[in-house]
């Protein structure tokens, strides 16, 4: 895990990430160990990832939260102090390795108080595998780039969003 090492510090000095948000994560431990996104999942690899993750955690005040697969609907695993009710909606049901992905599973299982909800939008995300975060980027997603392009054998992209220019013409932008 020292590429997702090196891209979390890269990214921190950056200052990517920032207290107080939230920042998705999506993640196919299967591509992070060469196979086809959903086929072998890894929880030694997720309790890796999310190990590393926390750890970011405690040093910028960022919050991470944890799109599960499409076999639920890429729902999110978020701890409930992080719950907001005017723009979520919880949803019944418990990641599992086979039905939500090894990366949300172990999540669940170590978080204080974990739930699930049906969507989100965050300013930002992390995508480990091509596991579609941007349903739950606010708009308008920009890519960040950077040095590391992979986890394990997977492709990273990872995104922030800046708010939408209206106007027309005689619009001005900051």
Known sequence: MEDLKALLSELKSKSFFKANELCIIGCSTSEVIGERIGSVGSMEVAKDIYDALKEIESETGVSFVFQGCEH???AI????????????????????VHAGGSLATYAYQHMDNPMVVEAITVSKGIDIGQTLIGMHIQHVAIPERTSIKQIGEAIVTIASSR???IGGERAKYN
């Open 72 to 74: 639920i609907n890429r």
């Open 77 to 96: 695993t978020i701890e409930r102090a992080k719950f907001n009710p005017l723009t979520m909606e919880e949803v019944t049901v418990v990641p599992d």
């Open 163 to 165: 708010p939408k220019k």
